[in-house]
């Protein structure tokens, strides 16, 4: 009978032992996975070269405000520093000292601030591209600009990285599928018109033109819109013009991007540019000389928000 007891007990303990050591291998493995999960990398080929990071950051620093725009579109709090100079209005919340690292200027990065902050993932785009080296000394670097010669496919790839860097990958499809049925209701509106467009930069009284292929051109390029000059140089800065020349090509409508209203210069873009000659244009005479706001178009391009907005004041001047 003792002999009995004693193969009884010793069953049972070995019993208890196997499920233990059950339960600690399921919480091994389910911690490996959560691990392998929060650690996945993936790499990323741009311009500047091919980064790789884990997925899924928790500190990131971002220089280019169309991808601020974006990720806070997308309501990810990832974002830990931003260059707080000219913060678009919108996205005022960043320009929050104290809960948000202040890493710069557009042009000019604290990398010593950036340093201390030991992010996980940097984002830069053309104004910081000859920075990239640095920039990658501190911490894996991406660079994400917006092609102007293509600027919706380079956007939608754009976007389409974001989601798979933040795990949204839904939430981007969603958001680029409203965007292109507002543009294609756009297009229907601009399509319906012969009017011709010039696109204008104005600064501190002087004024630069943009055609085609160039970093306002989206608004012939994608919407179709006429151009009152079709042979204007394209480039990032634009081809600097005469108010003379604005009168020869005599435009239906002006888009005009205030860039002194970005600046803080005190200058308003109306004062100098609706002169004498301008008032001489059909723009002018129809009403038709339209400010773009230039935190979306001139510091956010390529953003969620910003796209979204740049549609809108396209469609509007031909309603």
Same mark, same amino acid.
Request: proline share 2%; glycine share 8%; with cysteine.
């Given at each position: 009978?003792?002999?009995?007891?004693? #193969?009884?007990?010793?069953?049972?303990?070995?019993?208890?032992?196997?499920?233990?050591?059950?339960? =600690? $291998?399921?919480? $091994?493995?389910?911690?490996?996975?959560?691990?392998?999960?929060?650690?996945?990398?993936?790499? %990323?080929?741009?311009?500047?070269?091919?980064?790789?990071?884990?997925?899924?950051? *928790?500190? %990131?620093?971002?220089?280019?405000?169309?991808?601020?725009?974006? @990720?806070?579109? @997308?309501?990810?709090?990832? #974002?830990?520093?931003?260059?707080?100079?000219?913060?678009? &209005?919108?996205?005022?919340?960043?320009?929050? +000292?104290?809960?948000? *690292?202040?890493?710069?200027?557009?042009?000019?990065?604290?990398? =010593?601030?950036?340093?201390?902050?030991?992010?996980?993932?940097?984002?830069?785009?053309?104004?910081?591209?000859?920075?990239?080296?640095?920039?990658?000394?501190?911490?894996?670097?991406?660079?994400?600009? #917006?092609?102007?010669?293509?600027?919706?496919?380079?956007?939608?790839?754009?976007?389409?990285?974001?989601?798979?860097?933040?795990?949204? *990958?839904?939430?981007?499809? $969603?958001?680029?599928? +409203?965007?292109?049925?507002?543009?294609?209701?756009?297009?229907?509106?601009?399509?319906?018109?012969? *009017?011709?467009?010039?696109?204008?930069?104005?600064?501190?009284?002087?004024?630069?033109?943009?055609?085609?292929?160039?970093?306002?051109?989206?608004?012939?390029? %994608?919407?179709?819109?006429?151009?009152?000059?079709?042979?204007?140089?394209?480039?990032?800065?634009?081809?600097?013009?005469?108010?003379?020349?604005? @009168?020869?090509?005599?435009?239906?409508?002006?888009?005009?991007?205030?860039?002194? &209203?970005?600046?803080?210069?005190?200058?308003?873009?109306?004062?100098?540019?609706?002169?004498?000659?301008?008032?001489?244009?059909?723009?002018?005479?129809?009403?038709?000389?339209?400010? @773009?706001?230039?935190?979306?178009?001139?510091?956010?391009?390529?953003?969620?928000?910003? %796209?979204?907005?740049?549609?809108?004041?396209?469609?509007?001047?031909?309603?």
């Amino acid at each position: 009978m003792k002999k009995w007891l004693l #193969v009884a007990f010793t069953l049972m303990i070995i019993a208890v032992l196997a499920a233990c050591g059950s339960t =600690e $291998e399921k919480t $091994e493995s389910g911690t490996a996975n959560t691990d392998a999960e929060k650690t996945e990398e993936m790499t %990323v080929t741009h311009e500047l070269g091919e980064t790789t990071f884990n997925k899924n950051p *928790e500190k %990131v620093v971002v220089f280019d405000f169309g991808v601020l725009d974006s @990720l806070d579109k @997308l309501g990810v709090e990832a #974002v830990k520093g931003v260059p707080q100079g000219n913060v678009p &209005a919108y996205l005022e919340k960043y320009a929050d +000292a104290e809960k948000y *690292e202040n890493v710069g200027t557009l042009k000019e990065a604290d990398f =010593e601030a950036i340093n201390a902050m030991e992010p996980d993932l940097i984002i830069i785009s053309g104004r910081q591209a000859d920075m990239y080296d640095e920039f990658s000394e501190i911490a894996p670097t991406i660079h994400m600009a #917006v092609d102007t010669e293509d600027y919706m496919g380079s956007f939608k790839e754009n976007m389409t990285t974001l989601g798979e860097i933040f795990g949204k *990958e839904d939430q981007i499809t $969603e958001e680029l599928a +409203a965007i292109d049925t507002q543009i294609e209701k756009a297009k229907e509106t601009v399509s319906g018109s012969e *009017e011709t467009a010039l696109i204008v930069l104005a600064n501190e009284g002087k004024v630069s033109a943009y055609g085609a292929a160039s970093r306002f051109g989206l608004i012939h390029d %994608v919407f179709g819109v006429n151009q009152a000059d079709e042979g204007i140089e394209a480039s990032t800065h634009g081809q600097s013009i005469s108010y003379e020349y604005v @009168l020869e090509t005599n435009p239906d409508i002006m888009f005009v991007v205030d860039r002194n &209203a970005v600046v803080g210069n005190g200058t308003n873009a109306a004062d100098s540019l609706e002169n004498e000659l301008v008032q001489k244009t059909n723009a002018y005479k129809n009403d038709k000389i339209i400010y @773009l706001d230039p935190d979306y178009w001139y510091l956010s391009g390529g953003g969620l928000q910003s %796209v979204t907005q740049m549609v809108t004041d396209v469609q509007s001047a031909f309603e």
